[in-house]
T-cell receptor, first 116, second 110 residues
Framework: DVKVTQSSRYLVKRTGEKVFLECVQD?????MFWYRQDPGLGLRLIYF???????EKGDIPEGYSVSREKKERFSLILESASTNQTSMYLC???????????????FGSGTQLSVL | GQQVMQIPQYQHVQEGEDFTTYCNSS?????IQWYKQRPGGHPVFLIQ?????EVKKQKRLTFQFGEAKKNSSLHITATQTTDVGTYFC??????????FGKGTSLLVTP
């Protein structure tokens, strides 16, 4: 089974701190994604990566950056955490996209981040 | 990103009743996927629809993709308490990234 591991289940940080959320997948997937999930808003795409050192902005990239130095690891960085970044963060991976269809996403268990 | 609208936002049914959630887009979709998220869990892939008018079944779940590939539905026959959770549709008109609807939260009362 594909395993997507997020380093922390719960995280509490202070406003202005630099925050790193780590995600590792063990199935050699090319694509990796970061979503945030908020009540009533569903899942919103922050950033994604389709190859090592490649990154693409999603719908809500402001205040975030990402790093993909190795294929299995995709990090989400909050340069200066703010209270409106309190949320559930979900990492996902998928194999290489073949043609016009999308491959299914495998999600990690999520990191509930609270910024105080 | 591709916008998909999902309704209803919430649905509360008695066990044994049917349930349907709908997903709509203003533009043609290349494919649509459905996910289920149990309370406290993470989204888990259910199915992908690709062809116009496609219908797929998984036991009590029936998934449909519209003829114009602009809408989709998930229907659950005779709900059970194990069906509780939030159901998301996710779509892309091309490329790598899926955009998710806001989800329909289903509550089933025994």
């Amino acid at each position: 089974d594909v395993k997507v591991t997020q380093s922390s289940r719960y995280l509490v940080k202070r406003t202005g701190e630099k925050v790193f959320l780590e995600c590792v997948q063990d199935m050699d997937h090319e694509n990796m994604f970061w979503y945030r999930q908020d009540p009533g808003l569903g899942l919103r795409l922050i950033y994604f990566s389709y190859d090592v050192k490649m990154k693409e902005k999603g719908d809500i990239p402001e205040g975030y950056s990402v790093s993909r130095e190795k294929k299995e690891r995709f990090s989400l960085i909050l340069e200066s955490a703010s209270t409106n970044q309190t949320s559930m963060y979900l990492c996902a991976s998928s194999p290489e996209t073949g043609g016009s269809t999308n491959e299914k996403l495998f999600f990690g268990s999520g990191t509930q981040l609270s910024v105080l | 990103g591709q916008q998909v609208m999902q309704i209803p936002q919430y649905q509360h049914v008695q066990e044994g009743e049917d349930f349907t959630t709908y997903c709509n887009s203003s533009t043609t979709l290349s494919n649509i996927q459905w996910y289920k998220q149990r309370p406290g869990g993470h989204p888990v892939f259910l199915i992908q629809l690709v062809k116009s008018g496609e219908v797929k079944k998984q036991k009590r779940l029936t998934f449909q993709f519209g003829e114009a590939k602009k809408n989709s539905s998930l229907h659950i026959t005779a709900t059970q308490t194990t069906d509780v959770g939030t159901y998301f549709c996710a779509a892309s008109n091309s490329g790598y990234a899926l955009n998710f609807g806001k989800g329909t939260s289903l509550l089933v009362t025994p």
